[in-house]
């Protein structure tokens, strides 16, 4: 069981680079997410898809674009990298509310370096 | 709104005390509650749920609808324990998100 993958596990970036990171679930979810994790501090949510089709800005948005190409696939883009996106990147995928099964699972996430 | 507090960012405790971990959620409705864990460098792992009304690694949780809370308690804390916790919301909405705390980080002293 797969469950939520991401690639790649870590990243080194030079500021100005672009790069895309990868999230895949084979659990049939219809929610996915994308968040960061700076050392010490909680999740901060970036962007949300309910579903196929949609995605909606979180509480970290800028500096970012996300792509839901299908219901398994939801990939998150750093269009001109900066150092402060250095993190740990996770994504995560859930069926959503009004569901018995509605918790979220992580993928084991990205370690993003950009000097 | 929706919201999920934890109040503390850090909670030391000694090994074989009690711990407890708070949470507040703010949600017009009847969400499902949850707590994650994360050990060091790893991925978010589900703890309970309060559906389950289990108990796991010697947690428990109960809701308090009246109080809005979903504290996470264990009677006698072991030094495994340390980590980051996270409570959890989730709404009855097919579109609504998982609503995630800022994370309480627990730290077993010997």
């Known amino acids: ?3 939520v993958t991401q690639t790649p596990k870590f990243q080194v970036l030079k500021t100005g680079q672009s790069m895309t990171l990868q999230c895949a679930q084979d659990m049939n979810h219809n929610s996915m997410y994308w968040y960061r994790q700076d050392p010490g501090m909680g999740l901060r949510l970036i962007y949300y898809s309910a579903s196929e089709g949609t ?5 970290v948005p800028n500096g970012y674009n996300v792509s839901r190409l299908n219901k398994r696939e939801f990939s998150l883009r750093l269009e001109s990298a900066a150092p402060s996106q ?3 990147y996770f994504c995560a995928s859930s069926y959503g509310g009004a569901s018995a099964y509605s918790e979220a699972f992580f993928g084991q996430g990205t370690r993003l370096t950009v000097v | 709104a929706q919201r999920v507090t934890q109040p503390e960012k850090l909670l030391s405790v000694f090994k074989g005390a009690p711990v407890e971990l708070k949470c507040n959620y703010s949600y017009s409705g009847s969400p499902e509650l949850f707590w994650y864990v994360q050990y060091s460098r790893q991925r978010l792992q589900l703890l309970l749920r309060h ?3 289990e108990s796991i690694k010697g947690f428990t949780a109960d809701l308090n609808k009246g109080e809005t809370s979903f504290h996470l308690k264990k009677p006698f ?3 495994e324990d340390s980590a980051m ?3 959890a919301l989730s709404g009855m909405n097919r579109d609504d998100k998982i609503i995630f ?3 309480t980080r627990l ?3 010997p």
Do not use: P
């Open chain 1, 86 to 88: 250095t993190s740990v």
């Open chain 2, 77 to 79: 804390a072991q030094e």
């Open chain 2, 51 to 53: 559906i389950s009304r």
């Open chain 2, 101 to 103: 705390g800022k994370g």
């Open chain 1, 1 to 3: 069981n797969a469950g």
């Open chain 2, 107 to 109: 730290h077993i002293l």
């Open chain 1, 55 to 59: 995605t909606d800005k979180g509480e």
């Open chain 2, 85 to 87: 916790y996270y409570c």
